[in-house]
């Protein structure tokens, strides 16, 4: 029996990765695939025979082509190649960044969004991320943001726009509560409290008609502390997105769609806002 899967069999070699993955596109004829890929002719028959021994291809008068067993291979090879694409833009981000925050639908379906940049302060720049962050809110006409965390700057520069909506978590809305309730803001919210629901994601993310940005817990090695903007200790074990000083960033069609879609999937999941202040903040309610 076999003591590799067939995923892994086809992985360890680069030229069976690239029949594969070429046949899976269209039927190739063993000329075409001798010329087009970069290896010796023995090497390209080897594993043209390996690859039909295990079941993956079968050749037919227009080529080679992938059975119903190798299309499935295909499929997976070819995910797991874009993934390991899309994490080796910035290796460092995926390991010092908790990731599982993200639900698993949507984790993995992040290569689709393609191309982006990583952000971060720098010992120049202190503030690089929040002006990033900053900067994309002031300029867009409307916006999704989540976020588990309460930010002055944020606030004053989230688009009043009607499509705007916001989810945030209890714990931001206590700050931003406390903050009004002790008179260091003015109003508590000049949106429709429709647009404003809350949740329990713990990462912060804004979309906007061409650009997504989200930041994630930084990995703790062990507890962390940190001041809020009401001046409560925040103990965590699993690290803080409000202490991260990294940003994702991505201005293709498909980031887009990838924050839009997951932005619908948590409002779906969310709360209303109401009930919930009517019960911590009564004195607040008109």
């Given at each position: 029996m076999p003591s590799q899967s067939p995923?892994?069999?086809?992985?360890t070699s680069s030229v069976r990765t690239e029949i594969v993955l070429r046949v899976a596109e269209r039927p190739t004829p063993t000329d075409a695939l001798l010329s087009g890929i970069d290896a010796s002719d023995s090497a390209v028959y080897d594993a043209l025979s390996t690859l039909r021994g295990r079941g993956l291809l079968t050749e037919g008068d227009e080529g080679w082509k992938p059975t119903a067993h190798g299309h499935?291979?295909?499929?997976?090879v070819s995910e797991w190649l874009s993934a390991e694409d899309f994490r080796a833009t910035d290796p460092a981000f995926w390991k010092n960044h908790q990731i599982d925050v993200i639900p698993a639908a949507f984790r993995r379906r992040?290569?689709?969004i393609g191309e982006y940049e990583i952000v971060r302060d720098?010992?120049?720049?202190?503030?690089?991320?929040?002006?990033?962050?900053?900067?994309?809110?002031?300029?867009?006409?409307?916006?999704e943001l989540t976020t588990p965390y309460y930010s002055r700057r944020h606030q004053e520069a989230i688009p009043t726009h009607p499509e705007t909506r916001l989810l945030v978590t209890r714990e931001a809305?206590?700050?931003?509560?406390q903050r009004y309730r002790d008179g260091h803001r003015e109003e508590?919210?000049?949106?429709?409290?429709?647009?404003?629901?809350?949740?329990?994601?713990?990462?912060?993310?804004?979309?906007?008609?061409n650009k997504l940005k989200f930041e994630l817990p930084a990995v703790s090695e062990g507890r962390t502390d940190r001041q809020t903007e009401s001046g409560a200790t925040d103990t965590s074990e699993h690290g803080s997105?409000?202490?991260?000083?990294?940003?994702?960033?991505?201005?293709?069609?498909?980031?887009?769609?990838?924050?839009?879609?997951?932005?619908?999937?948590?409002?779906?999941?969310?709360?209303?806002?109401?009930?919930?202040?009517?019960?911590?903040?009564?004195?607040?309610v008109e």
């Open positions: 995923n892994e069999f086809v992985l499935l291979v295909a499929d997976s992040l290569p689709e720098v010992p120049q720049e202190p503030n690089r991320c929040e002006d990033v962050a900053i900067s994309m809110l002031e300029s867009a006409d409307a916006c809305i206590d700050v931003s509560f508590l919210n000049n949106l429709d409290p429709a647009t404003l629901r809350l949740t329990d994601s713990q990462f912060a993310s804004v979309v906007t008609n997105v409000a202490g991260t000083t990294a940003l994702f960033v991505s201005e293709t069609e498909s980031a887009v769609q990838w924050g839009r879609d997951l932005f619908e999937a948590l409002w779906a999941e969310s709360d209303p806002l109401g009930p919930y202040v009517e019960r911590q903040f009564p004195e607040l």
